[in-house]
């Protein structure tokens, strides 16, 4: 069985509910790298000068690509769209522009392999500037890892009403998991185009959470009983796994990757 989860709910506010943290150790090797660029660029006099800025920069690029590979294994991602070149895949997960940083690998790759002439010491100073922005846009990324996120309809608030929880776990489990309260408008059994596909594994409207059997000694269950009588009765709710291959799939992990 699948259900289709309108695309709205992207639209919502997103909160980071837990995450794992990592040594800032792992991030600190390629601002040194970037520094040491930076220097050279300072006391820049002649064309070796400018390709060991080049270098090095290309360098500090790669010490940032090579861990946030191995912390969540883009390539093994399950989106059928999913590019194979890294800058294009951290593009496509909407982490970065890639254009810039493209353009100081191919000049690092054409100066050592045909002896290209290296770029003026202004362009160089740019790249400089790229490759800074490079490094401080993905370092949260690289030192706190989302595990699970939250989107509400309340823009923050914490609704109680309609939001959704996402799940995932790199890069042991690069699938989502996703739960949550949602209008009943916006979930079909039957196929929306550009809708979400949902494999559910619960299904159920609010109205059948209201009948119990509910002990009234229960404080748990009273609490429960009178969120879910404020509710619409044909609210849903849905806990199930992402179908990786429906469309805008990526988009949910744009929200896991872009808090």
Known sequence: MTVWIS?????????????????????????EHWQHADVLLAGASSEFHRIDIVTTLKRAVELRLKPLNEIYAFRRIPLPAMPEDRLTQLSYLGIIR?????RLIDLRNRIEHQDAEPPTTAHCAELTDVVWYFLRSTETLLRQVIIDAGLDASGGRH???HHIRLRWDPPKNLGIEF??????TWVSESVKPHFLAVEPEELSRAVDHFTGPFTEDDRTLREALTRHRRRDPKDVWLRGKLISASPGAERVYHVLLGL
């Open 7 to 31: 695309p709205a709910i992207l639209e919502w506010a997103p909160f980071i509910e837990s995450y794992r943290t990592r040594p800032f150790s792992e991030a600190r090797r390629p601002y």
């Open 98 to 102: 890639p254009l810039l940083i493209a």
């Open 159 to 161: 609704d109680e009403h």
């Open 179 to 184: 739960q949550g309260w949602l209008p009943h």
